[in-house]
Nanobody, 122 residues
């Protein structure tokens, strides 16, 4: 298991944008895909977006299609999420993880970090 640290959460007004960061403690899973998940209040954790180890291609959930950008660092195990035109339904704790499998059906293989909380005000 590799320690993961998410950051960048906070409060954002509906219609605005947010940027989240996720960094792994080491490069054990350098060749794996990495992705973002989120857990809305009272809901189960759900997939948001992912990117391959090479930085592409990227995948995303229908809930954020057209509003999301994701990037993978080239010199470390880190990913970044940019979400535009946020809506109240984006309110959640956001987590990152290493993934196996293809696209939106990929599964996390590492333990979860603490996540970073995003609150969207309407």
């Amino acid at each position: 298991q590799v320690q993961l640290a998410e950051s960048g959460g906070g409060m954002v007004q509906a219609g605005g944008s947010l940027r989240l960061s996720c960094e792994a403690a080491d490069r054990t899973y350098r060749d794996y895909s990495m992705g973002w998940f989120r857990q809305r209040p009272g809901k189960e954790r759900e997939f948001v977006a992912s990117v391959t180890f090479s930085g592409g291609p990227a995948y995303w959930a229908d809930s954020v299609k057209g509003r999301v950008r994701i990037a993978r660092a080239s010199d470390k195990d880190a990913i970044y999420l940019y979400l535009d035109k946020v809506i109240p339904e984006d309110t959640a704790v956001y987590y990152c993880n290493f993934l196996v499998g293809d696209g939106t059906t990929a599964r996390p293989i590492n333990s979860w970090g603490q996540g970073t909380q995003v609150i969207v005000s309407s």
